[in-house]
């Protein structure tokens, strides 16, 4: 017979908050615990109620707030603190920036024994309607009023009612409602889970995933609704290689632009693309400034998806490599190259979690490297890169702690300087960190 689980109490209390979490949880100390308390700020004193409880640790969320912060805003979205899509709406963004810029340095020291020679100045833009990637949850709730469009709720896996989100590009986050009563209309209301938002510079897409087959009236309101917003639909009866199309209404393709690198990139809806315009622009303009890319230069961009550093590079590089793990990304990198008339890039596919050491690309020279990988990180490809002896490496990271722990290979093991490194608000009002660092050999001139 199991152990019978303690319920926990509902009683509120009161706690002075003390510190600041990674996650943006304020941090406190009560009945023996430490206490991580969500909404709250240093310096505060608040009400709280337990939503978590453990031997030597408990979470709780703010029901009042007793004793602001000198630094507490009121949030801009009437849904903050019930949707769970943004956690730090009460704290100033350009107090969020330097919090993100004191966790990736703590996480340098802590996780990699390692400091930069110098800190860049943060990568911000817009912390409204930035968002163009996003994945909706959708549920038939009759009792609250239909169906639900938006984010889950904090602490729970139920959808948030709410009629709009500020952080979504307004082409889709002022539509909330509007999609929510489409799906209510349908014949199967109930088989909706979710619908994918994938927005380009001038097109966009919503994908709804269908768990039975719409019929013949439900696709012809599906096609009713891409008319009037001029938003491309399309159904997902099954894995991403069933996505296809309900209605185009303008005819133009998924794409984005970089400017300033003479490029344009197109893109499928269920593709990998930065879901922050603004700040990509300026990321790809500053990574291919610290690289510092000559014309002679042979490039190497790993987990390069479909080309958003790679083809820039091209533009100045002699020669470009990209590598990618997902084989629909390979291909769109190789049409977005002859889309742009570069043909001094070569795009490939290899699992860079494994021992790449074989493939075609590896045993060429590389006078640049940049990395762009995901969330756990480049470890197992450190080595080969190293033994290339790149004069520089710039890594792009969406997760501070791998990349604290790749730094400290690549200067503790292999011989490099850290020589800059700083954060980029990717995603605002989130405690969501992504962080670009410079690696240079030693011995080389900075």
């Known amino acids: 017979m199991g152990r019978r689980r303690r319920r926990i109490p509902r009683e509120p209390f009161e706690v002075e908050i003390t510190g600041f979490s990674h996650e943006g949880r304020g941090i406190s100390h009560y009945d023996n615990r430490t206490l991580f308390v969500h909404g709250a700020l240093p310096g505060e004193r608040v009400r709280v109620e337990y939503t978590k409880r453990r031997r030597s640790v408990a979470e709780a969320r703010v029901l009042e707030v007793l004793e602001p912060a000198e630094e507490r805003i009121e949030p801009a979205c009437a849904f903050f603190g019930l949707c769970g899509g943004c956690s730090l709406q009460h704290l100033s963004p350009e107090r969020q920036v330097e919090l993100k810029q004191s966790v990736l340095l703590e996480q340098f020291q802590h996780m990699g024994g390692v400091q930069p020679e110098q800190v860049l100045p943060p990568l911000t833009d817009s912390p409204w309607g930035y968002r163009r990637k996003a994945r909706l949850a959708v549920k038939h709730v009759p009792r609250k009023g239909g169906v639900l469009v938006g984010f889950r709720e904090k602490h729970s896996p139920f959808v ?7 952080v979504l590009d307004p082409r889709v986050g002022e539509r909330l409602t509007e999609l929510g009563r489409l799906v209510e209309g349908l014949s199967i209301p109930d088989q909706v889970p979710q619908i994918e938002v994938a927005l380009g510079d001038q097109a966009g897409a919503l ?7 719409f019929s013949g009236e439900d696709l012809q309101a599906l096609a009713a609704f891409a008319e009037d917003s001029g938003l491309a639909v399309y159904q997902q009866p099954g894995n991403e ?8 209404p ?15 990139l197109g893109f499928r809806p269920s593709d990998f693309t930065q879901i922050n315009a603004g700040i990509n622009l300026a990321m790809v303009d500053q990574a291919l400034e610290l690289l510092d890319v000559q014309p002679e230069d042979r490039v190497l961009d790993l987990f390069c998806g479909l080309g958003n550093f790679t083809l820039p590079l091209a533009r100045r590089a002699g020669e470009v490599v990209g590598v990618e793990g997902a084989e629909p990304l390979v291909a769109r990198g190789r049409e977005n190259a002859a889309y742009n008339g570069l043909d001094n890039v070569e795009f490939y596919g290899a699992d860079l979690t494994l021992d790449a050491s074989e493939q075609p690309w590896a045993g060429r020279g590389f006078d640049r490297v940049l990395l762009d990988p995901p969330r756990s990180g480049a470890f197992e490809v450190l080595g080969l890169v190293a033994a290339m002896r790149p004069k520089r490496i710039v890594y792009v990271s969406c997760g501070p702690a791998t990349l ?11 011989g490099y300087r850290l020589t800059a490194a700083g954060v980029m608000d990717m995603f605002p009002h989130t405690a969501h960190v992504e962080s670009m660092a410079v690696f240079e050999r030693e011995g080389e001139d900075a």
């Open 207 to 213: 994908v709804f995933r269908n768990l039975s087959p």
């Open 241 to 248: 290689d069933t996505i296809t199309l309900v209605q185009d």
């Open 404 to 414: 604290a722990r790749d730094a400290g290979e690549l200067v503790n093991r292999y």
């Open 160 to 166: 948030a009612n709410m009629d709009r989100c500020p």
């Open 250 to 264: 303008v005819g133009q393709p998924l794409e984005y632009a970089l400017p300033a690198h003479q490029v344009r």
